[in-house]
Nanobody, 113 residues
């Protein structure tokens, strides 16, 4: 069974930083893109950032310049460095590997003073 394990979520004050990590275990054959998504209460899930096997990146406008996605060199891992966090960043964050389409369990990020 393929499993994505996330870590790094928690509570942080506005202006603070967090780094999320996601590592996949099991048989993964054709994964090309890793991404981070988030869903805030009452809102639809949205793509935050993605990175391809060639390390091309894409960011939502709302996080551009504040968040950085990176891909591990030796393992099926992906990271999301979040700086200058705002209360509007509060959400459950999910990692995704595609194809074939694997999802993490979600980790809560709360930005509040």
């Amino acid at each position: 069974q393929v499993q994505l394990v996330e870590s790094g979520g928690g509570l942080v004050q506005p202006g603070g930083s967090l780094t999320l990590s996601c590592a996949a275990s099991g048989s993964i054959f054709s994964m090309n893109t890793m991404g981070w998504y988030r869903q805030a209460p009452g809102k639809q899930r949205e793509l935050v950032a993605s990175i391809t096997s060639s390390r091309s990146t894409n960011y939502a406008d709302s996080v551009k310049g504040r968040f950085t996605i990176s891909r591990g060199n030796a393992k099926n891992t992906v990271y999301l460095q979040m700086n200058s966090l705002k209360p509007e960043d509060t959400a459950v964050y999910y990692c995704n590997f595609y194809p074939p389409d694997y999802w993490g369990q979600g980790t809560q990020v709360t930005v509040s003073s």
